[in-house]
């Protein structure tokens, strides 16, 4: 699927790695739409997690949480987002511990803290494949971002 | 409402139980028999929402964020009830460079 990012949303989440990472933490949100328009995402959602230079994990009472506040609103998690330090790419903990496991689902990860130009400039984008593997794709082949 | 304790009892000793498991945001009804272990029901928990890869990584979770940690446990024992709803989700979530 190719979803649909509106250009505030991508600005939004440029501003959330900003504030919370200060260009010393990596940060985590996560794109999510409704599932009766699952290709238009709507919603930047910044969870609760601990961060350091090189990694961040989710808190587990925050994500059931928000799972259950999900399945409530009828949304669904299209994409997670993440900071690197400096070149974008897919680690082994990216690889093994996505808070989605089904085939398509997108890993877009974002070099220098965010601190660049918003955009997919120099950005990662892996997908969970059927054998759940992660295969790099395009990030304009998946995401669109309109106005 | 009122719940009769006849009512309650009845759904004590009902055998089948009707579940909700929600994965990302969509819930889906699984109907199981109260004494199928956590393994049977995470498997078709699984099975349902599209025989998700890496299955090894994902648990069930009651919505006051316990996981159902031993799957050869059965679902009365661990004192699931007619009506609740679970989280198939993964143990951690995390990233990052290193």
Known sequence: ???????????????????????????????????????????????????HAGGFELDSAWI???????GRAGHGIRVQVHTHPNEAFHSATDDDYPIIHSAGFLSLVIPDFATGPVGFDRAYLSEITHDGTWREVPPQSRLEIVT | MNITADEVHSDQSKTI????????????KIEIDRDATVKTLLDRSIALFGNLPQ?????????KGVELSNEQETLKAAHLKEGDSLILRPSAVKGGES
């Open chain 1, 64 to 70: 059931n949480d928000f799972l259950l506040e999900l």
């Open chain 1, 1 to 51: 699927m190719r979803y649909r990012v509106p250009a505030a949303l991508l600005s939004e989440t440029f501003d959330r790695f900003r504030h919370c990472g200060g260009a010393r933490r990596e940060c985590q949100v996560l794109w999510t739409s409704e599932w009766t328009h699952p290709a238009t995402i709507s919603g930047v959602v910044h969870p609760q997690h601990l961060a």
């Open chain 2, 55 to 63: 299955p090894h990584t994902l648990s069930l979770w009651t919505e």
């Open chain 2, 17 to 28: 139980l009707d579940l909700t498991v929600l994965y990302n945001g969509m819930p889906k």
